[in-house]
């Protein structure tokens, strides 16, 4: 599988037009053909593609991933092992605040049906969902770092000072709200909606019949039903994460997979894309078999089928 | 009711643990500069290694220093590693007398250091993009420790220029590397060892690039601890960044410029680009092989409307590759905005039957907005005299796919929208214009022929006596005007803004960043 995948992401890339060596030239500056051959020559560009894709698969299945062309021969397998933590870390806080930012708003909403505070609330998460990471991290980081300068406007630590919990904090929280939003704005509604159902339920009723305090019966009767959908949009939503941290990373210039990517396919840099997408592939992998394994564990019939 | 309380008490929890989770960015000190010195057309972020450079000098030499450099006007070459130097009245032999420096591991520079590096330069082995520039040079001695003479097979007038952007080696650090290693070493990004006012630190990939001063600069301790380049995606996250003040500076799109215009907080530094844009006529193709049609679309195009309407009155048209007073001659036809006379000449050259108003595709590789209106206005204007040309904007790597393919699909780029430098050292054009340099020698991917053009450039590159240069240079700018191998549209400013807090700060926009003395010891940050 992961032999058809890098063969496939091989061919796409030398399919674009473009190669590291055009990423490299400064079209204000020319720059001979004869020396950009010259350039391909030593990167073995000038080999057959056949050639080129065994050298690097050879290498690749010895754990050598290749040096990246565009940063100085730098390893490509820890350049994309050490962002993973970034990308985990902005994905992370950002399904945490969506998440209870959403189940909360939902409950309120819910609870408070057709009040203003539910309009409020609704007309936020029609927005939020409408709103493209793009644009909320470009109006976001306009509001909150420039106007308003409450958060930093790029990077994960601030350039030369020692590594500070706070310091990451106050780099992380910003792009993690922003990319929340979506997903918080989709949470609520869905929550909403499902509590909104659950409270019509026969079981509540009985709940408030029986005396149970109107915050019991929302808290342990109702939303604890409610949350179920809820649950499976969450799962899925972490697949729509990564497609957001691409651009808030970009925007933020956050370090992590995301951002090195984009840097990568901007400036042709072919074992940082081959690599990054290796690993990517491998996780998706990992991970759909863990899941198969863990749906097995769950429920016995699919063991026996 | 409880239950409300219950709700918006859970709400304010949320918001304001959001809140306290943001607590103010750590403060760099006052003596640390931080900037966005690789943003830009003339950066180069992520580049480390000078021999392999085609951008980023402005950040390269705050580290590395070349043997000679451009003043920071970019109108004369003067003295960096080498205090002085003499040239034979032949343009062959150079004698470099060096400057008494240390490497910032306190080894002494000396000649064999910059026999060194020429050497590594040009050897293709190493990635240099100085192999070609410096194919002239056919040895280096080194008399003494402070004395270096490089010998030229054959007089070249760009070759001072060429040093400039050669920055000095240490060879005692980098003499164990065979030059095929030192293509791919960690060294450029880990650990190198230059002579300028401050050393290298360290590098947070893709984050910034940390420098801090040496004490024992020739010139003089730098008045800043420390030095640091962000690096940003692109310059709106730049911009962004220096008005949220953590840069003081950065390079800047012209769009931007009036939001820091008369602000006292910010200086708005403004030069002259040195590249001059032009619509380039792919000689491959039928459609420009007559003059008139050439001179149709010079006539057709209202250059000083869109520098005026578009570039706010900050840029020069050319009638040449050149603005600079003393390599334009007086009277060159000035092609003024008329057209009625472009009608008449594709009349005159029957673009009917030539092309008529079949759609032509004008390639570009500028992707700014302020681009794009650029070339919509001459879409319109040269629909306006018949001729359709359809912009298609893609990204550097593709445009340099296209235009240097080894077989190119020359209909690709029948028309392209670019720009070349051309200055401070004029010869730079002509890589792009000689027939000589035709792919692939050279850059001239549009195959111009025009032997005028051709023996103006020859001339010019030949000359040896200084005075007659720019009068070499005119004749190459006359050639130029009356051949038409370019449309030729405009020399744009360019610009950065800085904060007022930094002082004494050199910021030239060169092209590929300069390199020119910006003497970075003498920046410093006011309270």
Request: glycine content about 8%.
């Amino acid at each position: 599988m992961l032999v058809a995948l890098s063969m496939l992401v091989f061919v796409l890339l030398r399919l674009a037009p473009g190669d590291p060596i055009d990423a490299y030239i400064n079209p204000n500056v020319a720059m001979s053909q004869a020396e950009m051959a010259a350039l391909r020559a030593r990167l073995g560009f000038d080999q057959p593609l056949p050639i080129q894709y065994l050298a690097w698969l050879r290498a690749a299945v010895t754990g050598d991933l290749g040096y990246s062309i565009q940063k100085n021969g730098v390893k490509v397998l820890p350049l994309v092992l050490e962002r993973v933590g970034p990308t985990v870390l902005l994905m992370f806080l950002a399904l945490v605040i969506a998440i209870v930012g959403g189940i909360a708003a939902g409950i309120i909403s819910a609870v408070q049906r057709n009040s203003a505070t539910d309009v409020g609330c609704s007309v936020a998460a029609f927005v939020g969902i409408s709103s493209p990471p793009f644009l909320t991290a470009i109006l976001g980081l306009y509001v909150f770092s420039v106007v308003l300068r409450w958060s930093p406007s790029g990077g994960m630590l601030t350039p030369g000072t020692p590594f500070s919990l706070s310091d990451l904090l106050s780099h992380l929280v910003l792009p993690a709200c922003l990319l929340s939003i979506g997903h918080a704005a989709l949470i609520m509604r869905y929550m909403r909606a499902s509590l909104l159902e659950v409270l019509n339920q026969d079981y509540v009723r009985t709940a408030r019949a029986k005396g149970v305090k109107e915050l019991w019966v929302i808290i342990k009767h109702a939303t604890r039903n409610a949350l179920l959908p809820v649950v499976t949009l969450i799962g899925s939503s972490i697949g729509m994460a990564v497609g957001g941290a691409i651009f808030m990373e970009s925007v933020f210039n956050w370090p992590g997979m995301g951002l090195l990517l984009v840097n990568a396919v901007d400036t042709r840099d072919y074992p940082v894309i081959m690599g990054a997408t290796l690993i990517i592939g491998a996780c998706v992998i990992l991970v759909n078999i863990l899941t198969d394994v863990a749906y097995a564990l769950v429920d016995p019939r699919i063991r026996v089928a | 009711m409880p239950l409300k309380m219950m709700t918006l008490a859970l709400a304010g929890v949320a918001l304001a643990g959001a809140t306290m989770l943001t607590p103010p960015a750590a403060a760099q000190d006052q003596k640390t500069i931080t900037g966005g010195f690789d943003v830009g057309p003339g950066g180069f972020q992520g580049n480390f290694n000078p021999l392999a450079a085609t951008g980023g000098f402005t950040w390269l030499n705050v580290y590395f220093e070349p043997l000679v450099n451009y003043n920071a006007d970019l109108t004369a070459i003067e003295g960096a590693m080498a205090t002085e130097y003499a040239v034979n009245p032949g343009q062959t032999e150079y004698t470099f007398k060096l400057a008494k420096e240390t490497w910032h591991d306190g080894k002494p520079f000396t000649s064999k250091d910059v026999k060194f590096t020429v050497e590594l330069a040009k050897n293709g082995e190493t990635g240099t993009v100085f192999a070609a520039r410096l194919g002239a040079v056919s040895s280096v001695e080194t008399p003494d420790e402070r004395t270096v003479v490089i010998k030229l097979s054959k007089p070249d007038s760009g070759f001072l220029a060429t040093l400039t952007k050669l920055m000095i080696l240490p060879e005692h650090a980098l003499a164990s590397f065979t030059p095929k290693e030192l293509a791919t070493s960690t060294w450029w990004a880990t650990n190198p060892i230059g002579t300028g006012p401050f050393k290298f630190k360290q590098y947070v990939t893709d984050q910034y690039v940390e420098l801090v001063a040496d004490e024992d600069y020739r010139l003089g301790r730098p008045k800043a601890d420390r030095v640091i380049n962000r690096y940003f995606k692109n310059t709106a996250a730049a911009v962004s960044a220096l008005r949220a003040g953590e840069i003081q500076f950065t390079y800047v799109e012209s769009d931007d410029v009036p939001a820091f215009k008369g602000k006292n907080e910010f200086k708005v530094i403004e030069g002259q680009s040195f590249v001059v844009n032009y619509l380039g006529f792919n000689q491959q193709v039928p459609l420009w092989k007559d003059v008139r049609v050439r001179q149709a679309v010079m006539y057709a195009i209202d250059r000083q409307a869109i520098i005026d309407s578009l570039y706010g009155g900050a840029a020069t048209a050319a009638n040449c590759g050149y603005v600079a007073k003393q390599l334009v001659p007086e009277g060159l036809n000035a092609y003024k905005f008329d057209p009625a006379k472009a009608k008449a000449l594709l009349a005159e050259a029957g673009w009917d039957k030539v092309n008529g108003t079949k759609p032509i595709t004008l390639l570009t590789y500028y992707n700014t907005p302020q681009a794009a209106n650029v070339m919509a206005a001459v879409q319109a204007m040269l629909a306006q005299v018949g001729i359709n040309v359809v912009p298609r904007v893609v990204d550097t790597p593709t445009y340099n796919g296209m235009i240097y393919a080894a077989s190119p699909d020359f209909n690709q780029f029948p028309l392209v929208y670019a720009g070349l430098q051309n200055g401070p050292d004029p010869s730079g054009l002509n890589i792009g214009l000689n027939a000589a340099q035709k792919p692939p020698a050279g850059a001239n991917f549009l195959r111009i022929e025009m032997p005028e053009v051709t023996q103006a450039f020859d001339a010019a590159l030949a000359e040896t006596n200084q005075q007659q240069l720019s009068a070499r240079y005119q004749n190459v700018c006359k050639a130029m005007n009356a051949n038409l191998p370019w449309a030729t549209m405009w020399v744009a400013n360019r610009y950065g803004v800085a904060s007022t807090k930094l002082k004494d700060f050199v910021w030239v926009p060169a092209p590929a960043g300069g390199p020119y003395n910006a003497h970075p010891e003498k920046w410093a940050l006011e309270k």
